[in-house]
């Protein structure tokens, strides 16, 4: 009885000791040969890093500016085979007292990079990087200089100035108008670009611009969507976020009332075609794309890759793609529209004309015409 006890126990240990063996073997990343293997060793690196955002108040489905990044970072997170809140996440804020709770949550989380969405986040970004100079943060459309955040820009009135161009070549009461969500130096570039864009066409044209003062209001945004399409504009322009959504709700009442109505819409940020849509009819003529979904996914690669541009202005623009301007609606967008976008488009890659940024720019810009 006593040496079948021992018996037992020897093969016990036995087994134990292959097993235990067979897990330490595992642990040391070689191959066949005993070779440490540098691809194992890569990916566990990469499986470590962690990427989280904070969205502006619009919201993380504002089908615009969050809605843009938040697709770049799930892109990100694919592309490493992450998935959400085990690689990557997102904290919705409400209005701008979420700002900075939203920061140091995630940051007690452990991410390795925090993205704020918007230049509203500007002062939030600033105080919760200087408190933690070893993690690594981005802003979206604005410029902090702190060494540990990425500033990431566009060239949002260069994408405008050729929405405007399609805009006024389409219009047939040559009035226009230009809804924005802060009045703001950001949104000034889009509402520059877009106005010196239509008058490079046409001097004469109309264009009717109003602040809704926020990027969340859907119903402030149709309501002066409803002035501006009664007071004769037939394209509206947004640059407003969430609020930009009751601009589509109005164009799609009266296109729904009136089927023979040319109303239409120029989006913002992402493609917004499928906003645009009411029965057989889209609304939508064009969206001003701006490529916040690639930016973040590319600046989420250069930090994972160990070559994070802390401290630097990243600038996204027509040259790379970073701003343009859609042509789904194939139907709205003649042939003619498309090619003299594509020749305006030249003009401002060759340098050929300086696109106005701001309100005194355009006014210089508009006496030359």
């Not at 989280?52 to 770049?72: H, I, L, R, Y």
């Not at 202005?313 to 793609?321: A, N, P, R, Y």
């Amino acid at each position: 009885m006593k040496n079948r006890k021992f018996i037992l126990l020897f093969a016990l240990l036995l087994t134990l000791g292959i097993v235990l063996a067979a897990c330490g073997g595992g642990s040391d990343d070689t191959d066949d040969n005993g070779e440490t293997d540098d691809n194992a060793a890569s990916e566990g690196e990469e499986s470590g890093y962690t990427v989280a955002m904070v969205t502006d108040e619009g919201g993380v489905d504002d089908k615009s500016f969050n809605q843009s990044a938040w697709e770049g970072l799930q892109a990100w997170g694919e592309e490493h085979d992450l998935s959400k809140a085990d690689g990557f996440d997102y904290a919705q804020s409400d209005d701008e007292s979420d700002y900075l709770p939203n920061m140091t949550r995630l940051v007690r989380n452990d991410y390795d990079l925090v993205f704020g969405i918007g230049f509203l986040l500007e002062d939030a970004i600033t105080q919760i990087a200087e408190q933690n100079p070893d993690k690594d943060f981005a802003i979206v459309d604005t410029v902090v200089d702190v060494p540990n955040v990425a500033s990431i820009t566009f060239a949002e009135h260069e994408g405008s100035f050729l929405a405007g161009v399609a805009a006024a070549m389409k219009s047939k009461t040559e009035r226009l108008g230009f809804v924005g969500g802060v009045d703001s130096d950001l949104i000034n570039k889009f509402e520059s670009g877009f106005i010196a864009g239509a008058k490079s066409v046409n001097p004469a044209i109309v264009v009717d611009t109003q602040y809704v003062g926020n990027f969340s209001s859907a119903a402030d945004g149709k309501l002066i969507a409803t002035r501006m399409y009664n007071d004769g504009a037939d394209i509206i322009y947004h640059a407003a976020g969430a609020a930009g959504n009751g601009v589509f709700a109005q164009a799609k009442d009266i296109k729904q009332n009136d089927p023979d109505r040319e109303v239409w819409v120029v989006g913002v940020d992402r493609d917004q075609h499928d906003e645009g849509q009411i029965g057989d009819n889209n609304v939508t003529l064009t969206s001003m794309v701006k490529r916040v979904d690639t930016s973040v996914q590319e600046v989420s690669n250069m930090g994972l890759n160990g070559e994070f541009p802390g401290g630097e202005i990243v600038e996204f623009g027509l040259t790379d793609d970073g701003v343009s301007i859609a042509t789904t609606n194939e139907d709205a967008l003649t042939e003619e529209i498309l090619s003299t976008v594509n020749d305006w488009k030249e003009r401002i890659i060759n340098g050929d004309i300086d696109v106005p940024k701001t309100h005194e720019e355009l006014d210089a810009f508009v006496d030359s015409l």
